[in-house]
């Protein structure tokens, strides 16, 4: 005889620490909850206007410099660092965490500094300028800064000059140099006390704002980028030089120039790019709308395809070694894949100007875009051609470059007015630190507008943003014009002959010629 007996336990039902809400237990049965699915509606509702009405993504304007700011560059090594280039030739570098200068290279160049870029390398030794030897026994901070500039120099500086700021030995130095740095102030070995001025201090004390290198082209550079792992950089102007960053300036006896030059067919480079993991494959994009790709070992050009419009910049995916995006003229953002380049992977069409800088987020799942029309747009990779969210102020002029920080929660972008702007990449995302109940709270109320986003206004919720009367203005007139010609072609295809004319896919059809 079987005998069923019901049996309840306080553990089941009690609080874990006291204070704690009781357990509750629920039963699952559909029949005995007919309106759960209108009650979770509500508050999906709900948790879209919640975050709608928390949406602040601005964060705080760097200010500081007296002219345009045009190019930025983030540290790979430090997380909050982050370093701009303005157009009266001055370099600052940022604490983004604390929103303070840490230092500034006032003159650094005669012209817009058109790219910057930060050596992801630890250099043991301080290289001085001019091509004069380097002492072992002068050594700073292994951290260096590539700039370039219209007037025609390329020049490096050290990125930590105040090493004081985040404490002796932050990063690049092992515990062994450390002792032996401080045996020498002790004066146990070396100069010490005994020895005269001891270099790393002075260097932690008075920050030198020379460069420690430079380099002279015959024109001016547009675009440098660094090699993954070895002492090399790459620039572009008529050609795409390679540089090597041990080697001293043009005028030096060292022996400085280009250690290699590549071409092909555009006047003017824009823009280079290293790829982060197929270290050797250097991708360039030129005046002549031309996007070629490169590789070091044979030191010739792979392949040129040819757009509709030129590329103001190009990103490397830091996920997909062989995924790049590209920030075009005519008013959109492509994805390619460098095995096939026939076609675009995807088009991101929102702006209404042409967009000047494109960066991935360190999680590869995000893209970041500065457009000429004062906006800056944040795009989901693989989920549509529409932007996820648009940010702008009313004093932000045109956007020169913009970029993700390395933790991916913050925005950085460069405009016109002089200002370093810092935003969230989640517009409605707290700041600070938060409970283990708010953070599921949090996610609970996205998954439930993920879940039901088009079902009734949950979807127009979540997409409305406000923009400029202008924006929105150029957005009707440009939809106009796509209009128009879509009609226009539909009509010509219609009175031709069958077969004549054949529709192409927008992902073809931005592809003009491609050549190997």
């Excluded at 559909?30 to 209108?38: E, Y």
């Excluded at 920050?207 to 082209?217: G, I, K, N, R």
């Excluded at 070629?292 to 392949?303: A, E, F, H, I, M």
């Excluded at 995807?346 to 042409?354: C, R, T």
Aim: aromatic share 6%; proline share 4%; glycine share 8%.
């Amino acid at each position: 005889m079987k005998i069923k007996a019901l049996t309840r336990s306080l553990d089941a039902h009690t609080a874990v620490r006291k204070g704690d809400a009781p357990n509750e237990s629920h039963n699952l049965d559909p029949s005995l909850h007919p309106f759960s699915k209108s009650r979770e509606y509500t508050r999906a509702v709900n948790a879209a206007k919640l975050d709608r009405m928390h949406a602040k993504p601005f964060v705080a304007a760097l200010e500081g410099h007296v002219d345009g700011v045009y190019c930025l560059v983030k540290d790979p090594n430090r997380l909050g660092v982050i370093g701009s280039g303005s157009g009266d030739g001055e370099i600052r570098l940022w604490d983004m965490p604390t929103q303070t200068l840490m230092t500034a290279y006032p003159r650094a160049h005669h012209g817009i500094i058109s790219s910057l870029v930060i050596s992801p390398l630890n250099f043991a030794q301080q290289y001085a300028a001019e091509g004069s030897t380097a002492d072992s026994s002068s050594r700073s901070g292994g951290r260096r800064l590539l700039s370039c500039s219209t007037d025609r120099t390329i020049k490096l500086w050290d990125a930590d000059p105040r090493r004081d700021r985040f404490g002796p030995g932050f990063g690049d130095d092992s515990d062994e140099e450390e002792d032996s740095r401080q045996q020498e102030r002790a004066g146990i070995t070396g100069g010490g006390i005994l020895g005269g001025s001891d270099p790393w201090t002075q260097q932690s004390t008075t920050p030198s704002t020379d460069p420690l290198q430079t380099w002279h082209c015959k024109t001016a550079i547009n675009s440098i980028s660094h090699h993954a792992s070895d002492p090399v950089f790459a620039s572009g102007s008529t050609a795409v030089q390679v540089w090597d960053i041990t080697r001293g300036g043009n005028g030096s006896s060292s022996g400085g120039g280009a250690l290699r030059e590549m071409t092909w067919g555009a006047e003017s480079i824009n823009v280079v790019r290293f790829n982060p993991s197929e270290k050797e494959v250097l991708a360039g994009a030129g005046s002549d709308r031309g996007i070629v790709l490169y590789d070091l070992r044979s030191g010739k050009p792979l392949t040129r395809t040819v757009m509709k419009m030129r590329a103001n910049d190009l990103a490397w995916s830091p996920i997909e070694p062989t995924v790049f995006a590209v920030a075009s003229e005519d008013h959109n953002m492509y994805t390619f894949d460098m095995r096939n380049m026939t076609n675009a992977l995807q088009i991101y069409k929102d702006h209404v100007s042409a967009v000047m800088s494109v960066d991935w987020s360190p999680t590869g799942q995000d893209l970041v875009t500065g457009s000429y029309d004062r906006t800056v747009r944040l795009w989901n990779t693989g989920k549509g051609n529409h932007s996820r969210d648009t940010y702008h102020t009313s004093r932000m002029q045109r956007v020169f470059a913009a970029a993700y920080t390395l933790d991916a929660r913050f925005v950085c972008s460069a405009s016109d007015d002089g200002n370093v702007r810092l935003w969230k990449s989640r517009a409605s995302e707290k700041l600070g630190i938060q409970s283990g109940k708010e953070r599921a709270q949090r996610e609970y109320r996205q998954q439930l507008v993920n879940r039901w986003r088009n079902v009734g206004d949950i979807g127009k919720i979540d997409r409305q943003r406000r923009v400029p009367k202008a924006i929105k203005t150029a957005q009707k007139l440009k939809h106009t014009m796509l209009e128009a010609e879509r009609t226009k072609e539909d009509r010509r295809r219609k009175h031709s002959k069958a077969g004549q004319s054949k529709p192409k896919a927008a992902r073809k059809d931005t592809i003009l010629a491609q050549q190997e």
